[in-house]
């Protein structure tokens, strides 16, 4: 017998529509369940995109309110993609009224915010998923338990990167991802808190840093409009508020040392993300564009020793549910419908699956930890 749980979905952007979507695909890939989502209504302040949401997707229902969503008998289950400004207010209060959340990162303006909505998740005995969805790659699992197993010897040092140009275009609109209130940090939260959520996964938690940061497209058009996305203007000029730009180094809790560098404005980048770790025996690498493989050395040579490319295949992370074997693509929407499926199983099972508000608490204050030692030019240690 199958269950069905009520879910809702509060901000219906592109992200809103990932996550949609994500839910629908759940019982095609993960059809033993038991849990079986169902789509009871969506949140938009927007005149017009919730309604054109529930056409699309089949929600019973629509409001352009998301406490309606909180005192909704119908909804067990909600997914915060509103913008950041907004995670704190709406994830305490769905946590309060006894809903499981699946929020997007980087959970809140600060680290503050995400402790609580933590506190608010704990408190109510709900559960909670994140939507750091990199880590839900089979790579980058496999990666992790290469890792561990000690394969590449003990870790020296990691290098993760995060370079994009959706930002780069000097006509960008001057959305709320650019204003300190309401975007918080930047390319900090944006990006970067991707890169210390997968720095931390894959070696272990960040004690201490020392980051620069930067904006190098100081004045933006506001929008006359709605927008979603990344979208042009041509209007009146505002000032942007937030970081472009952050290059932090890294020390581990086990000794090893890091580099983390992500850019929103860097022409000629396409989601140029991923990762190289080196140990005293050897090293992998992993590229988001190439997601499914992994380069890795390994061995007793030490100099000269060669890379090799390893394509994941059904042994690795959650790749059964989606490909017969090996060197089968999977893509982005998959990672969400992972994200989906662990937090649906979290629910099912009474037990956390895949990142959970504890992974943002500690994403949030690697970024704390960053603007304090951008505004002091010092190493800062890590504050969870």
């Not at 749980?5 to 952007?13: S, Y």
């Not at 994500?22 to 005149?47: C, F, I, N």
């Not at 229902?61 to 909180?70: G, K």
């Amino acid at each position: 017998m199958v269950d069905t749980l009520g879910v809702a979905v509060v901000g219906f952007g592109w992200m809103g529509r990932v996550h949609t979507q994500a839910y629908a695909r759940v019982p095609h890939h993960y059809p033993r369940l038991g849990l079986r989502p169902e789509l009871v209504t969506v949140a938009e302040d927007v005149p017009g995109r919730a309604e054109e949401a529930a056409a699309q997707f089949g929600f019973a229902s629509t409001t352009r309110d998301w406490r309606e969503v909180a005192a909704d008998p119908r909804v067990q289950a909600v997914s915060i993609t509103a913008p950041n400004f907004l995670h704190r207010e709406i994830g305490v209060a769905m946590a309060g009224a006894g809903k499981h959340i699946w929020i997007e990162k980087p959970v809140g303006l600060t680290a503050e915010d995400a402790r609580a909505v933590a506190g608010a998740v704990a408190g109510a005995g709900v559960r909670s998923t994140v939507g750091f969805n990199y880590r839900n790659a089979p790579a980058v699992e496999a990666a992790r338990e290469l890792i561990a197993a000690g394969e590449i010897g003990a870790v020296t040092h990691v290098r993760v990167r995060l370079f994009s140009d959706y930002a780069a275009h000097p006509q960008g609109a001057l959305t709320w991802r650019f204003e300190r209130a309401r975007g918080g940090s930047g390319v900090l939260g944006d990006l970067a808190s991707h890169g210390a959520d997968l720095a931390r996964f894959l070696l272990g938690d960040i004690v201490s840093l020392t980051a620069d940061t930067a904006i190098f497209v100081p004045e933006r058009a506001r929008p006359t409009g709605a927008t979603a996305g990344h979208t042009l203007a041509t209007g009146e000029l505002g000032p942007v508020e937030n970081e472009d730009y952050v290059n932090c180094l890294l020390r581990f809790a086990s000794g090893a040392r890091g580099v983390l560098e992500a850019s929103r404005v860097a022409v000629g980048e396409q989601n140029n993300y991923g990762f190289e770790v080196h140990g005293t025996k050897g090293a992998v690498f992993w590229d988001f564009r190439r997601m499914g493989e992994l380069g890795v050395s390994r061995g007793t040579r030490y100099q000269d020793q060669p890379v090799s490319t390893v394509y994941v295949g059904p042994g690795d992370g959650e790749f059964g549910a989606f490909q017969p074997g090996a060197a089968n693509a999977m893509g982005y929407d998959d990672l969400k419908v992972v994200e989906a499926y662990r937090f649906l199983r979290s629910i099912a099972e009474g037990t956390p699956y895949g990142a959970t508000l504890e992974d943002a608490v500690h994403s949030a204050a690697v970024l704390d930890a960053m603007s304090r030692s951008a505004a002091n030019g010092s190493w800062t240690e890590v504050a969870v």
